[in-house]
């Protein structure tokens, strides 16, 4: 049986798209309880916790239409909670 939680902090983040802005700090907490027999692993898991919408980034140079009165934020992925199943051979 195994068990883990997690919490990665990433802290002011200083970013460019037509003018610099600071992105905010931002905390997300992730867990995963396993049991699990020779050859295959069943697990319960979870990402992002509290639900953090947190700005990543706001260089989106990838959009072919963009102004400098639009500021366009890139977030993480929203909570998320699944069964994996994962087996060797």
Same mark, same amino acid.
């Given at each position: 049986?195994?068990?883990?939680? %997690?919490? %990665? +902090?990433?802290?002011? #983040? +200083? /970013? ?8 905010? %700090? +931002?905390?997300?907490? /992730? ?7 020779? #050859?295959?692993?069943? %697990?319960?898991?979870?990402? $992002?916790?509290? $639900? ?5 980034? &706001? /260089? $989106? @140079? #990838?959009?072919?239409?963009? =102004?400098? @009165? &639009?500021?366009?934020?890139?977030? $993480? =992925?929203?909570?998320? &909670?699944? &069964?994996?199943?994962e087996t060797k051979?």
């Amino acid at each position: 049986m195994t068990f883990r939680v %997690s919490e %990665s +902090y990433v802290g002011p #983040v +200083y /970013d460019t798209a037509f003018f610099q802005e600071t992105l905010g %700090s +931002y905390g997300l907490m /992730d867990f995963r309880m396993g049991v699990g027999k020779e #050859v295959w692993t069943a %697990s319960l898991f979870g990402t $992002n916790l509290t $639900n953090k919408h947190a700005g990543l980034t &706001i /260089d $989106n @140079t #990838v959009f072919a239409w963009q =102004q400098p @009165t &639009i500021t366009r934020v890139s977030t $993480n =992925q929203p909570r998320t &909670i699944g &069964i994996a199943f994962e087996t060797k051979f």
